[in-house]
DNA sequence: CACTTGACCTGTCCGC
DNA sequence: TGCGGACAGGTCAAGT
């Protein structure tokens, strides 16, 4: 599922629920998606209150009053929804159609809280996890330490993206924006629309990509991004954010999955053809491999 | 070191 | 309706 712009809407639904919550108790099934030691769960997690939710490339961090935090990777198709106790809030309350729904076969992971709600890990690839750290060791992890700059972070410019995609300067320019250790956050729907947007033909390798190329992508990185963002992410098939429910990037999406159909520029039929093993979606007549001399 | 490919899983869709 | 294969929004570990 989620890439940046989904990863950040389900922290901003979950900042705006759990915080003050106090841990009950945790149940899972599966031990990949919860690696845990159960003596430092039955410390440091059971009993503790949330604190922040926060965000780290497609990392969601929820940090706790124990000094430790649940980091979460939902990778392809890792779901966090959460539940109010019940329908007694009335009508309107933004759960209420979820009520009885979760757990289901794909629950990997169940958090319940002390005023009954609960807030459930779903993932029906089994891709993702929910690792208990301390919350000073975070940066510590692998991933974090390699991961690159937010894309939407002010220090993040059309130089910076420039010099990081140059390390990867042999490969294609697709292959290097989806490498989280370039850019952080970025996934296969958002760089073919900002490969798109920038007329770049995805198999362009990353040394013959002008520079005025290369600042055009840095813009539409970023207008993609935030578009997404305010749009709820996109729900090709999983996605859901942190009350069970759908965003609506697709909808505007200008070559992803919309292979068959016209580009909105030129109307030429968008094709679909693979690159750095991803299907991926162009524009035949805007997006040109350069030729080679 | 840089780069590519397969593996991790389950579910769905498409062609025969 | 069934069956096999390809494919799905992400990362790793291996291989060259």
Not at 253 to 269: H, K, N, Q, S, T
Request: proline share 6%; hydrophobic share 40%; aromatic share 8%.
């Amino acid at each position: 599922m989620p890439e940046l712009p989904e990863v950040e809407t389900v922290r901003a639904g979950l900042d705006a629920l759990l915080p003050g919550r106090s841990v009950a108790s945790v149940t899972y099934n599966n031990e990949k998606s919860f690696p845990n030691a159960p003596s430092d769960v039955n410390v440091f997690l059971i009993g503790a209150s949330v604190t922040a939710v926060k965000r780290r490339a497609k990392v969601l961090l929820i940090e706790l009053s124990s000094d430790y935090s649940l980091v979460i990777h939902l990778k392809m198709t890792g779901q966090l929804v959460f539940i109010a106790r019940d329908t007694r809030f009335g009508a309107g309350h933004p759960n209420d159609s979820l009520v009885g729904q979760l757990p289901d076969k794909s629950t990997r992971v169940e958090l319940s809280f002390k005023d009954g709600s609960k807030l459930f890990f779903n993932d029906q690839r089994k891709f993702g996890w929910v690792r208990l750290v301390p919350t000073a060791e975070v940066p510590n992890i692998d991933f974090m330490r390699k991961v690159g700059p937010e894309p939407l972070d002010p220090a993040f410019t059309a130089e910076v993206l420039a010099s990081r995609l140059q390390r990867r300067k042999n490969t294609s320019i697709k292959a290097a924006l989806l490498d989280q250790t370039v850019v952080a956050g970025i996934g296969n729907i958002y760089a073919d629309e900002s490969l798109w947007g920038a007329k770049i033909h995805p198999a362009t390798l990353v040394r013959d990509v002008s520079n005025q190329k290369l600042r055009t992508l840095f813009t539409e990185v970023q207008y993609v991004l935030r578009l997404a963002i305010e749009k709820g992410g996109s729900s090709d098939r999983n996605y859901v954010n942190a009350e069970g429910k759908k965003g609506s990037y697709m909808s505007f999406a200008r070559v992803f999955r919309r292979e068959g159909l016209p580009c909105p520029r030129c109307d030429a039929i968008i094709i679909k053809i693979r690159v750095a093993g991803r299907g991926t979606h162009i524009c035949p007549r805007e997006q040109k491999l350069p030729k080679i001399h």
